[in-house]
T-cell receptor, first 114, second 107 residues
Framework: DTGVSQNPRHKITKRGQNVTFRCDPI?????LYWYRQTLGQGPEFLTY????????KSRLLSDRFSAERPKGSFSTLEIQRTEQGDSAMYLC????????????FGSGTRLTVV | KNEVEQSPQNLTAQEGEFITINCSYS?????LHWLQQHPGGGIVSLFM???GKKKHGRLIATINIQEKHSSLHITASHPRDSAVYIC?????????FGKGTRLHILP
């Protein structure tokens, strides 16, 4: 297993365009998390899944953002009608829903909206 | 008040110095991570702690559950240790991150 994989690593898009990011977690991990990190700040929680169920969404996740994990394996995060304020690093992490179990982080997707 | 507080926010030191970064949290947790992030890079997990102390190479992490406090130490620091170090706690299955400590080691 190569860990948590995120694609693409970098994305530059024009304002108003839609973008989609993908996260492939460690195969046996049933929990998957999305975080957003802006420059100089720590990552902020966006949403998480247990298997295919989306269990929690942050109020940061406006109606332009949608996340899916259709088969309980990989997940996608889509941003519609991107704005310059969406420019950030989008991080994915996965884990097992077992107390004391650690988390594995992906390398992130850096989005730049121009 | 943030649930996870780190100090210092920024730290510049000379190569070879002993480095300490602190993390305090306000609620009960099941585990704590220390993470490293290089500029423009993704996050790498250094340690996961639920009690006691862990050591990996020149890095040492300690946690005091009763005092809700953890420290990350770097011995014989090197310029390649320059990065942002982030403390993250696990609360009710969710990761809560600190704002990070930006470390710069001068040669």
């Amino acid at each position: 297993d190569t860990g948590v994989s995120q694609n693409p690593r970098h994305k530059i898009t024009k304002r108003g365009q839609n973008v989609t990011f993908r996260c492939d977690p460690i195969s046996e991990h049933n929990r998957l998390y999305w975080y957003r990190q802006t420059l100089g700040q720590g990552p902020e929680f966006l949403t998480y899944f247990q298997n295919e169920a989306q269990l929690e969404k942050s109020r940061l996740l406006s109606d332009r953002f949608s996340a899916e994990r259709p088969k309980g394996s990989f997940s996608t995060l889509e941003i519609q009608r991107t704005e310059q304020g969406d420019s950030a690093m989008y991080l994915c992490a996965s884990s097992l829903s077992r107390a004391g179990y650690g988390y594995t982080f992906g390398s992130g997707t850096r989005l730049t909206v121009v | 008040k943030n649930e996870v507080e780190q100090s210092p926010q920024n730290l510049t030191a000379q190569e070879g110095e002993f480095i300490t970064i602190n993390c305090s949290y306000s609620v009960g947790i099941s585990a704590l991570h220390w993470l490293q992030q290089h500029p423009g890079g993704g996050i790498v997990s250094l340690f996961m702690l639920s009690s006691g102390k862990k050591k990996h190479g020149r890095l040492i992490a300690t946690i005091n559950i009763q005092e809700k406090h953890s420290s990350l130490h770097i011995t014989a620091s090197h310029p390649r240790d320059s990065a942002v170090y982030i403390c993250a706690v696990i609360i009710a299955g969710k990761i809560i991150f600190g704002k990070g400590t930006r470390l710069h080691i001068l040669p």
